[in-house]
Structures are given as C-alpha cells and as structure tokens.
C-alpha cells in the first residue's frame, strides 16, 4: 500500500503504469486505471493498494518495481520504484 498526498490536484482519471525488472532486463508492463486501484476523484491524502501474484515458477534474483501515476493529460503525476529479491526455497 502506498499513501499519497496532493493538495492541490484533484485526480478525477488517469492511469498506473507498473514495469519490473529481473536484474536489467524488463520482464513485465502493465497499465491499469487509477480508478480501479482508489476511489475517484482522489484528492488530498489517499491510499493506493495494488496486489500482484507471481508465476507459479519465477526465477530467483534481484528484481525492481517501477510505477508511476499518469493524470489524464499523460501528466506524470507520482513515481516510485522498489527492489526486492526472491531466493531458493529449500525443502524440509
């Protein structure tokens, strides 16, 4: 989840593009609409929850999330990115 806040802007539409990446090659694209993922129009402090499942088999390593909101002027409101890394999971 993420908080945001903009005072001055009100968010009637737009779109979240979300990239990964496995170390420097980009694996996945997605655009959704920012409706979808928060209450419309959003203004002022909002959340933003998004949930992803991964493939049965994703390769282990080092992996980096890039999303960004786009207002519907192709304005580009918001950026965050992220890494984290999946690893070998022994059996017991």
């Known amino acids: 989840m993420i908080s945001m806040d903009f005072p001055d802007k009100t968010i009637e539409k737009g779109k979240l593009v979300i990239d990964v990446k496995y170390f420097f090659f980009y694996v996945h694209s997605e ?3 920012i ?3 928060t209450s419309c129009p959003a203004t002022g402090d909002f959340v933003l929850s998004h ?3 991964l493939p049965g088999f994703t390769p282990p390593g080092s992996y980096t999330i890039y999303m960004k909101i786009v207002g519907d002027d192709n304005e580009e409101l918001s950026c965050i990115s992220f890494g984290f890394s999946i690893g070998f999971v022994a059996s017991s």
């Open 31 to 33: 655009t959704r609409d």
């Open 35 to 37: 409706c979808g993922e």
């Open 51 to 53: 949930q992803q499942t």
